[in-house]
């Protein structure tokens, strides 16, 4: 998510085994969207679902009663 906005990354990784990383910069991902727009919709119901599953919490925590 942090290479969509310049909010701080959401998540970290730790590898337990020797592993290859590939490194996108925010700015040739950037340039990769211009490039190839289907980027861009392949991401959407990915990031479309984050925001219903966050929806979803925040019913399931805010009681019944409370006027919105």
Same mark, same amino acid.
């Given at each position: 998510?942090g290479?969509i /906005?310049? +909010?701080?990354?959401?998540?970290? &990784?730790v590898?337990?085994?020797?592993? $290859? ?6 700015? *040739?991902?950037r ?6 727009? /289907?980027? +861009?919709?392949?991401?959407?119901? &990915? ?5 219903? $599953?966050?929806?979803a919490?925040?019913?399931? *925590? ?6 919105v």
């Amino acid at each position: 998510m942090g290479l969509i /906005d310049d +909010a701080p990354r959401s998540a970290t &990784v730790v590898a337990i085994v020797p592993t $290859e990383c590939a490194l996108l910069s925010k700015w *040739d991902f950037r340039k990769e969207l211009r490039h190839d727009p /289907d980027i +861009a919709l392949a991401l959407l119901p &990915v990031l479309n679902e984050r925001i219903r $599953e966050l929806e979803a919490r925040l019913t399931q *925590d805010r009681p019944a009663d409370q006027a919105v």
